[in-house]
Nanobody
Framework: VQLEESGGGLVQAGGSLRLSCAAS????????MAWYRQAPGKQREFVAS???????NYRDSVKGRFTISRDNAKNTVYLQMNSLKPEDTAAYYC??????????????WGQGTQVTVTS
């Protein structure tokens, strides 16, 4: 199983970006999918998650600005980020709980995509 993120980049404060993360491989099922971020010198932190039924959770600092969604047919999760702030600058990672054929559900991580917000 591989998770491939895309959509990061450089944006001015107040701007928007949309991140995507697609899972590929011999996938039998996908449970929760989530986004985390890690700024230089800081620990990785939770940003948002979404269940396979569409129930979403967010960290307080992004509520009202970020929206997580998923396309179950494509095994893809998205993060729409609006009203971006310099403090949102970080490498963003997706995580997915996936079951391959003949295996159990395991957590997989993507390689990360950089988001830089300038003031």
């Amino acid at each position: 199983v591989q998770l491939e993120e895309s959509g990061g980049g450089l944006v001015q404060a107040g701007g928007s970006l949309r991140l995507s993360c697609a899972a590929s491989g011999t996938i039998f099922g996908v449970n929760a999918m989530a986004w985390y971020r890690q700024a230089p010198g800081k620990q990785r932190e939770f940003v948002a998650s979404i269940s396979n039924g569409g129930s979403a959770n967010y960290r307080d600092s992004v509520k009202g600005r970020f929206t997580i969604s998923r396309d179950n047919a494509k095994n893809t999760v998205y993060l729409q980020m609006n009203s971006l702030k310099p403090e949102d600058t970080a490498a963003y990672y997706c995580k997915a709980n996936i079951r391959e054929y003949g295996s159990t559900y395991l957590d997989y991580w993507g390689q990360g995509t950089q988001v830089t917000v300038t003031s």
